[in-house]
């Protein structure tokens, strides 16, 4: 799409010129890219995830390996009184049961994601929770048939699972205690009550907006749970030993653990065992989206391993982990505009689940700080949320949460055209701030882009709902979607690299999360050392400090600046030791000398060169600043080891500036659809996604996200939701036959387009695209748009026809 970039070079010219001042990372402005941005490089463990020799938790055994299993509650809220443990302790193959009066329930410290507290509580605020007691046997079945064994006595309690009948003052108590506050916890505005706690941010004059407005739209949204949905059941197996099976380690006892991918140090910590000592070889996390929260059997077995002398087993069947994504959320808008579809006031009222007790707030109030209303003009904003326990789920840390809030502003921006008979496009440019503030009228070029390539790429002409029918007599339906592309990644990295026997290595803990920020990040260290992708050596080693996990995508483009600075130290030092060489020629034969083998002698390529400053890297060698055809292999020009280290991050991201309040990369997302009025069937005929991440570092890795993103969004909106028994809380459908999800045979085709406005101000002016595509109403938008009335997801073919009076 150079044509289109082409037309607004001026702007986004401008856009590189401010943005860019403040950087000071090392060939931010490089033009030209070998390496960095070329499709189809091959994942470091590609080969391994495709032929399935990689390992994740739930495949690792150990030799004389004992198995654990929790209790988990069959009620939806319900207290343990006693239990009674002789009948299953009398078991054969029964090694252990531990219940939540065991002293060594409180040895856990908090240092992970357990409380600071007794471990295992004896109160279960969800149906399926791990509750009260552990067993450990010789095998699963005997940990079964000993669970079934316990005598319990139970308190059941009454249960929320309807979050609006959950927020009224004589609603049954969701949560029998109360969540510590975190640096996630809602600003407390108003005192908890019951079941409520109660959020709200105002900037300006609603009130006063809104009695002066032209027009008022109100509507109410409902953002559907959305399942996390892992392939992968989170698992772990633990063992200890003493410490003399390797003496590297030092002296005392060294904790194993596998499963906890991306969190030893967090296990390591509650059993007061240092990082050095805690030792884990996996690199596969499996499967998840923005759901980095461990599960109890990732963090019970080095416990159980101290008590029973033996690696210890515990793995989640996948119904134990139908954890939500993003919790249930009601949001009640009132919109005022003029008659061309200026915003002058929102008014968000939203009530949100809270969910089990435990569960990330980071779905709930947060998205106050950060949604689509600060990227509008309008002054006048207020949002209220009433964030009420139920039980119907847990969100774990970190959860999906702003990209759903997001659709409350696409939403919105529809409606406002519907009533003043506009394109969409038109409004949101119309309300779209500035890239510097919400008092900023100039366009955002990264916007201005993506709408153009979006337009050409849909032959986007829009119409007003229910006007267009399609020659096979289906309603023809579409809707557009804006977002910015946000760095979230606040983390710092801690580089190192080397040259050794003249190959370039780059040492990482991993692991592999599925967004193959190592690759990037060797792509960046092979395109600033003029090496190929492939001569970069990654070394895999859980001892390693660097990690390229930051929040996702927008974590590989924070991870790779920081190695691209790490990467130009090392070539410093490179050149440094090659003029030494130069110096201090090997002795002639060695290294490839001059005389090589026996060979005649050749030409000396760096005849004249006294400095660093007249070298360079490129084509694997080491060349002539003003000859890059003169240089030498740089295996045989450096025969010294070099290495280099950086500690750092990239300048602060817009996002963490100005949660929306400042802009620079952005997305458009567009959709069509047919529906069948006669069957309520839904086709999404495709999607066109346009996308600015700044500077894309590789290609397989963006376009794989946004397919995962369009696939799991047209879940949501299609065919899955939570379905609760009323009159036991109990979830009914966590399994994969009863809670469908896209399958291949369901993909709609997805056009991508893929812009570099170099905006960002990550590496090489990158700012990634982190899941800022995920959705849940673009494909309800375009039903509206097919057959002029509302239906609320998931839009199944039933609820299509009930909304059209015809079921």
């Known amino acids: 799409m150079s044509d289109i970039l082409e037309s607004y070079k001026p702007e986004i010219s401008k856009a590189h010129e401010s943005n860019m001042d403040h950087l000071v990372g090392a060939n931010d402005k490089r033009e030209n890219f070998r390496v960095v941005g070329k499709p189809n490089l091959p994942g470091k463990l590609s080969y391994a995830l495709a032929t399935g020799l990689a390992k994740f938790g739930i495949d690792y055994t150990a030799p004389n390996m004992l198995h654990a299993k929790f209790l988990r509650s069959p009620y939806a809220n319900a207290l343990v009184k006693s239990v009674d443990i002789t009948r299953a302790k009398a078991i054969p193959g029964v090694v252990d049961i531990v219940t939540w009066e065991d002293p060594d329930m409180y040895t856990i410290g908090g240092g992970g994601f357990g409380p600071p507290t007794a471990y295992l509580e004896n109160w279960a605020s969800q149906a399926g929770e791990e509750v009260a007691v552990i067993v ?27 979050l609006k009948k959950g927020r009224e003052e004589d609603a049954p108590r969701a949560h029998i205690k109360e969540t510590a506050p975190s640096m996630f916890s809602p600003p407390a505005a108003v005192p908890k009550k019951g079941n409520v706690t109660y959020a709200d941010t105002t900037q300006g004059d609603v009130e006063k907006a809104l009695a002066e407005a032209k027009h008022v739209v109100e509507f109410e949204l409902k953002l559907p749970a959305f399942l996390s949905g892992m392939p992968n059941p989170p698992a772990s197996v633990a063992w200890w030993d003493d410490g003399s099976d390797d003496p590297y380690l030092g002296e005392g006892p060294n904790l194993h653990i596998e499963g906890a991918v991306q969190r030893r140090t967090n296990v390591g910590s509650m059993y007061g065992v240092s990082n050095e000592k805690t030792i884990q070889r996996g690199l596969f996390q499996g499967g998840r989206y923005c759901d980095w929260g461990l599960r109890k059997s990732q963090e019970i077995t080095p416990l159980l391993a101290r008590r029973t002398g033996r690696p210890v087993r515990c793995a989640n069947t996948r119904e134990d982990t139908y954890d939500f994504l993003m919790n249930e959320r009601y949001m009640y808008l009132k919109v005022g505009f003029d008659d061309t579809g200026l915003i002058s006031a929102v008014d968000d009222w939203s009530v949100a689940d809270n969910g089990s007790f435990g569960s990330s707030s980071f779905g709930a109030a947060n998205d106050q700080g950060y949604g689509p209303y600060y ?21 774990f840390l970190s959860g999906q949460h702003c990209p759903f809030n997001w659709d409350s502003g696409t939403m919105m921006i529809y409606l406002v055209a519907e009533e003043l008979g506009m394109d969409p496009i038109d409004v949101a440019k119309l309300n779209l701030h500035g890239p510097a503030s919400q008092e900023d009228n100039s366009p955002v070029p990264s916007f201005e882009a993506c709408l153009e390539a979006g337009k050409k790429l849909m032959n986007w002409e829009y119409h007003k709902a229910g006007a267009k029918t399609l020659p096979d007599g289906r309603k023809h339906g579409m809707s557009f979607r804006y977002q910015i ?103 002639a034969g060695m290294f490839g000398g001059f005389g090589g083998f026996g060979g005649p002698p050749q030409a000396d390529p760096f005849e004249g060169i006294t400095s660093a400053d007249e070298l360079d890297l490129a084509n694997g060698m080491v ?36 949660m929306g309040k400042m802009l620079d990369t952005m997305n458009a997302l567009f959709c069509e659809v047919a529906v069948d009025e006669e069957t309520g069937e839904v086709e999404i005929l495709r999607y066109g996604v346009v996308v600015d991440p700044g500077k894309v570092l590789r290609p397989t890795s963006l376009e794989s996200q946004i397919d995962q993103v369009m696939y799991f969004s047209q879940s949501c909106q299609l065919f899955g939701e939570f379905v609760y028994d009323e009159r036991t809380g109990i979830q009914l459908n966590n399994n994969m036959l009863d809670h469908k999800r896209t399958t291949m045979l369901d993909a709609p085709p997805i056009d991508r387009i893929l812009l570099e406005t170099r905006s960002g101000n990550a590496a090489y002016g990158a700012s990634g695209i982190s899941h800022s595509l995920a959705n849940t109403h673009t494909i309800i938008i375009a039903i509206h748009n097919a057959i002029g009335v509302w239906v609320d997801p998931p839009a199944t073919p039933d609820v299509v026809l009930k909304a059209l009076g015809k079921a």
């Open 623 to 658: 060349v002539r600043k003003d000859d890059h055809t003169q240089g030498k292999p740089l295996r045989s020009a450096v025969s010294a080891n070099v290495f280099a280290t950086f500690s750092g991050r990239p300048p602060a991201a817009i996002w963490s500036l100005g």
């Open 375 to 395: 990227t509008l003009k309008c002054p006048n904003i207020r949002q209220r949320m009433d964030v009420v326990d139920t039980n119907r789920g847990k969100m």
């Open 136 to 162: 450990v046997a010789e095998d699963e079945d005997i940990c079964e048939e000993a669970l079934r064994q316990l005598d319990i006595e139970w308190e059941v309690m009454p249960f929320v699972i309807d």
């Open 485 to 587: 592309c946000p760095r979230h990644a606040f983390s710092g990295y801690d580089c190192k690299l080397e040259l050794r026997s003249g190959v370039v290595h780059m040492p990482t803990q991993g692991p592999c999360t599925g967004i193959f920020a190592v690759e990037c990040n060797a792509m960046v260290v092979a395109e600033e050392l003029g090496l190929e992708y492939a001569d970069v050596a990654i070394d895999f080693d859980y001892r390693e400090t660097f990690t390229p996990v930051g929040g996702g995508s927008d974590g590989s483009t924070a991870s790779s600046w920081a190695m691209k600075e790490c990467a130009n130290i090392l070539k410093q030092k490179i050149l440094e030791a090659a003029i030494d060489q130069i110096k201090n020629p090997p002795a």
